[in-house]
């Protein structure tokens, strides 16, 4: 299968690595990181970029907005000014898939003006405005399935059957885009490991991926250094590597096609061993 992604193509023959690149103060792992001053550090951020694409990344994510437990919006001009120019510059000097990850449909027309070829959007087009941009946008979308928002999300979420409700929120999603023009062809999912989930809730969807793999849409997996994995395993945001890894592994072998990921090279490397022993 392959996506068309504005000027570029994204062949999901083989799993392909999502890169994480976030432009946020208050992001939970890397939140900070491209600021100097207090101010978004531009030329940190390609640097960023570049290193992502040399260790494997086919997608590099770009995200304005922390969506983390307990994190606050944040004002559709501030989005703008923290996620547009880098867009810009990394679409004029890298040869990368690029993807915004927002739900607001304003960053959305904007970013793809600036060459952005994917949205990737936590919110499922749910936004007043964001089914209409993605229409008229015509990229691949990712839906992710959540329940409540980043500010409440993880208080007490419930469910009879999150196998079965994630797997016909998919369908839902199918069928609104659909009475839109977008096709299913366009689009992906992504379960929403940790949003509004419980770790037995996540250890259900993991153990589920097929099931819903069979909705027909690719999946993208992220479970990259989440505080699941520092639950399960003990483990400091730092020392979450091998878990994100295993759970990446799994994933793989369970019918994701796209992992997002904070540490390219190394998924790099369990997607190499995945392909010579699948």
Not at 51 to 62: K, N, P, R, T
Not at 232 to 247: H, Y
Request: net charge negative; hydrophobic share 40%.
């Amino acid at each position: 299968m392959s996506l068309r992604c504005g000027s570029r193509q994204l062949d999901l023959s083989s799993p392909k690595i999502m890169g994480i690149l976030n432009t946020t103060p208050d992001s939970f792992s890397d939140g900070g990181a491209l600021y100097t001053d207090g101010a978004l550090n531009i030329s940190a951020a390609l640097t960023r970029a570049e290193q992502m694409v040399l260790e494997g990344a086919s997608i590099i994510d770009v995200g304005g907005e922390s969506t983390r437990p307990g994190a606050a919006t944040v004002s559709i001009q501030e989005e703008l000014d923290r996620v547009v120019k880098i867009v810009e510059i990394i679409s004029s000097r890298l040869d990368v898939i690029i993807s915004v990850d927002t739900s607001k449909p304003q960053v959305m027309d904007a970013c793809a003006a600036a060459g952005a070829g994917f949205i990737n959007d936590v919110r499922a087009l749910q936004w007043p405005g964001a089914l209409d941009a993605a229409s008229r946008l015509d990229l691949p979308i990712c839906l992710m399935h959540k329940q409540g928002e980043p500010g409440d999300m993880q208080l007490n979420p419930s469910y009879h059957h999150v196998e079965r409700e994630v797997r016909d929120f998919f369908y839902d999603c199918i069928d609104k885009c659909r009475s839109k023009g977008i096709s299913p062809l366009r689009l992906l999912f992504d379960p929403g490991f940790g949003f509004g989930k419980t770790d037995e809730h996540n250890i259900r969807l993991m153990n589920a991926l097929p099931e819903l793999a069979q909705v027909g849409c690719p999946l993208l997996v992220g479970l990259s250094r989440k505080s699941m994995i520092g639950r399960l395993l003990g483990r400091d945001v730092a020392d979450r590597l091998p878990g994100s890894l295993a759970f990446g592994l799994v994933a793989l072998q369970r019918g994701a096609a796209i992992l997002r990921v904070h540490d390219v090279a190394a998924t790099r490397d369990i997607i190499k061993v995945y392909e010579l022993t699948c």
